[in-house]
């Protein structure tokens, strides 16, 4: 496990690091952190995959 919100990891890394989780809905993902500070971020990224995974969903079945 690592911190991925620490102060020396780059924001650059923290997008890519949720920019890969909203691309892999198949997946399960927890992200799990005490700093407070990134509350509000971790909240709107979860909103954000859940409206992709709404978005991917109504495609898929849209194709059928």
Known sequence: MSDP????VPAEFVAAVWDTMQAT??????????RGGYRDLAS??????????RRERRLHQAHR
């Open 5 to 8: 919100f620490h102060e020396a």
């Open 25 to 34: 809905p198949q997946h399960t993902y927890q992200s799990l952190t005490k």
């Open 44 to 53: 709107g990224a979860a909103e954000r995959m859940a409206r992709h995974q």
